[in-house]
């Protein structure tokens, strides 16, 4: 005969067997969502910083456009707006009396238009001592036309004699504009 004893306890331990399995099934339900959220936090700390270093770059990159922009705005200020040679063959001589060098050539070339910018470059042969034809280019460099010596050529027949330099001068200005 079964023990009614017996049938109970044994009732009671399978009814707190279910009860644990249930509980454990539960917060499994409720306990892995904060397991794995952990991991993400883990996740999306990495990206803050990551996207904290990218906006000090971006930064960084935004000022240095903007100083590129500033110095092609003075650039394009210094661009005259036709090439007027005689004015800068004016200054081009004036520089070469304060230089006391002598401009034996001055050889305009052809017009050449870009996209920005036109250029005009002309060939350019000068002498003197070495000091003044030092100075000369100085000058030519801190004119007010933007220009580049695109070659330059200094030679010298005697060693303490005077010397001369060949020179191409590319002189910039604004492009024609249609209208």
Same mark, same amino acid.
């Given at each position: 005969?079964?023990? /009614? ?14 009860a ?50 500033? !110095?092609?705005a ?5 661009? /005259?707006?036709? /090439?007027?040679?005689?004015?800068f ?7 070469g ?19 920005l $910018?036109? !250029? ?13 034809? $030092? ?9 007010d036309?933007?220009?580049?010596? !695109? ?16 020179m191409?001068?590319?002189? $910039?200005?604004? /492009? !024609?504009?249609?209208?």
């Open positions: 005969m079964i023990d /009614p004893k017996r049938v109970d306890t044994c009732g009671r331990l399978g009814a707190a067997l279910l644990v399995v249930f509980a454990a099934l539960v917060s499994h339900k409720v306990v892995q969502p904060f397991l794995t959220s952990g991991r993400h936090v883990g996740a999306f700390r990495e990206a803050v910083q990551v996207l904290s270093a990218g906006e000090s770059d971006v930064d960084r990159l935004d000022a240095e456009i903007r100083a590129v922009a500033q !110095e092609i003075a650039s394009e200020a210094r661009l /005259p707006t036709d /090439p007027n040679l005689d004015v063959l004016e200054r081009l001589g004036e520089m009396r304060k230089s006391r060098i002598r401009l034996e050539r001055l050889t305009p070339g052809d017009v050449e238009e870009h996209l $910018y036109s !250029e005009l470059k002309i060939d350019v042969r000068v002498t003197g001592p070495f000091t003044a034809v $030092y100075d000369f280019l100085l000058r030519l460099e801190n004119a036309q933007l220009s580049r010596i !695109e070659q330059l050529k200094i030679a010298n027949s005697e060693p303490r004699g005077p010397c001369a330099a060949d191409r001068l590319a002189l $910039y200005f604004a /492009p !024609e504009t249609e209208g």
